[in-house]
T-cell receptor, first 113, second 116 residues
Framework: QQPVQSPQAVILREGEDAVINCSSS?????VHWYRQKHGEAPVFLMILLKGGEQKGHEKISASFNEKKQQSSLYLTASQLSYSGTYFC??????????????FGKGTHLIIQP | DTGVSQDPRHKITKRGQNVTFRCDPI?????LYWYRQTLGQGPEFLTY????????KSRLLSDRFSAERPKGSFSTLEIQRTEQGDSAMYLC??????????????FGPGTRLTVL
């Protein structure tokens, strides 16, 4: 069951904020966020496991709702280096985390100077 | 460099040929995953190993695809009788199984396959 990401693309000016959403029709065991630049491997950003969890990494943070069906990634005061495609990878709760990740189609983020 | 490595980085082959890719995980990681990524899409899970045991292989795309991890260290992914639709980036990831918590998967640089 592929998660749905929105928006598909975002164009921002440096210093602006962005929110990327990841939704599932089933309760999730975990949500993993990655950023991928063109021609490179996905780079791990953070993982969320608990309903209601919020966690941060410098100016990048994420939340996981209580029902464990939606996660959002927050990019604050965006920098040029934030450009790339952001993917959420999910594991559904009924499989208990013993599986590979199912990724959304990605959100393309372009930061302009 | 102590990250995940993959070899080769690029492979061009003719339709019908067999190809094999290698992945070396982060040294202490006991889980190894293979994904395929096509242009404009997220990675698609294919199979994974815990040590040398292949725990999930039902997502392999066809019986032309097979993977091994003979000694629980490096892994190979083989595609037999390649087709043009197999052209994609093949990504390997590894993680350390953490006693029930979800594991962070770290990706290698990928092998880009082009089938002519």
């Amino acid at each position: 069951q592929q998660p749905v990401q929105s928006p598909q693309a975002v164009i921002l000016r440096e210093g602006e904020d962005a929110v990327i959403n990841c939704s599932s029709s089933k309760a999730l065991y975990s949500v993993h966020w990655y950023r991928q630049k063109h021609g490179e491997a996905p780079v791990f950003l953070m993982i969320l496991l608990k309903g209601g969890e919020q966690k941060g990494h410098e100016k990048i943070s994420a939340s996981f709702n209580e029902k464990k069906q939606q996660s959002s990634l927050y990019l604050t005061a965006s920098q040029l280096s934030y450009s790339g495609t952001y993917f959420c990878g999910t594991e559904i709760e009924e499989r208990g985390g013993a599986d590979g990740l199912t990724f959304g189609k990605g959100t393309h983020l372009i930061i302009q100077p | 460099d102590t990250g995940v490595s993959q070899d080769p980085r690029h492979k061009i082959t003719k339709r019908g040929q067999n190809v094999t890719f290698r992945c070396d995980p982060i040294s202490e990681h006991n889980r190894l995953y293979w994904y395929r990524q096509t242009l404009g899409q997220g990675p698609e899970f294919l199979t994974y190993f815990q040590n040398e045991a292949q725990l999930e292989k039902s997502r392999l795309l066809s019986d032309r695809f097979s993977a091994e991890r003979p000694k629980g260290s490096f892994s190979t992914l083989e595609i037999q009788r390649t087709e043009q639709g197999d052209s994609a980036m093949y990504l390997c990831a590894s993680s350390l199984e953490g006693g029930g918590a979800a594991d962070t998967q770290y990706f290698g640089p990928g092998t880009r396959l082009t089938v002519l």
